[in-house]
């Protein structure tokens, strides 16, 4: 089993830590969930907005 790709790593890091954020910073389980979700659609959109950045900036 090979190692996994760099999307990959941004996906698992970009999951767990939209858990303990949504963890740490919400008191109810809806609200727990809601931001978790919302922190991980930002970790990834991020990521995929400055991987496209580097990439122009580079060519």
Avoid: D, K, N
């Amino acid at each position: 089993m090979g190692s996994p790709s760099h999307f990959t790593a941004v996906l698992l890091f970009a999951l767990f830590a939209s858990v303990v954020f949504g963890i740490t910073q919400r008191e109810t389980p809806r609200r727990m969930v809601r931001y978790g979700l919302y922190c991980f659609v930002l970790f990834v959109g991020s990521a995929i907005v400055l991987s496209w950045a580097m990439y122009l900036i580079a060519r």
